[in-house]
């Protein structure tokens, strides 16, 4: 079956770092992987998704993820943090099962940005 | 163009009581999966509807049905209430794709159930 872990459950980053948050998988066959960013109080936001065409993907915020097979990674980058940033982030993985498909998700990483 | 939506926002309610909250998918799609997410924790699948059957069930027990009316939106019932029910309950819709491949599930706001 299909999992992701997420390293670190919390992630704390100054404004204007880089923020890094860590994702691996486990698949059987080549994955779905989605990285989902959830504000207080509100319901999940795509924020990019690798669907097996390039392995450097690029969302929205200024968020990018790259795939790396080798070391079953998705890991999520942002070269700037800004204070906006600070949510809880899911890394997913898609389990396809007689043609549906569900969703996957790890424990999740909650990222504060420091002023 | 609307979102997915949900509803009520927030619930309370006591054990043993019965729950049932609705969704509307996002215009066009027609696939609607359910997730329970308690505190602190990341989504768990409940099931998932398509064509008004459900066409997948996660490690949910019995207590937890649904239901896909033609217009494709979508109740979850919950029976017997538990104070472990306690949580964010998220609807997600999505477009099966013709050709395979994964289809992106696009979530609504959530409905906070409280079971005291």
Known sequence: ?115 | DAGVTQSPTHLIKTRGQQVTLRCSPKSGHDTVSWYQQALGQGPQFIFQYYEEEERQRGNFPDRFSGHQFPNYSSELNVNALLLGDSALYLCASSLVLAGGGADTQYFGPGTRLTVL
């Open chain 1, 1 to 115: 079956a299909q999992s992701v872990t997420q390293l670190g459950s919390h992630v704390s980053v100054s404004e204007g770092a880089l923020v890094l948050l860590r994702c691996n998988y486990s698949s059987s066959v080549p994955p779905y992987l989605f990285w989902y960013v959830q504000y207080p109080n509100q319901g999940l936001q795509l924020l990019l998704k690798y669907t097996s065409a390039a392995t450097l993907v690029k969302g929205i915020n200024g968020f990018e993820a790259e795939f790396k097979k080798s070391e079953t990674s998705f890991h999520l980058t942002k070269p700037s943090a800004h204070m906006s940033d600070a949510a809880e982030y899911f890394c997913a993985v898609s389990d396809i099962v007689r043609g549906a498909q569900k969703l996957v998700f790890g424990q999740g990483t909650r990222l504060t940005i420091n002023p």
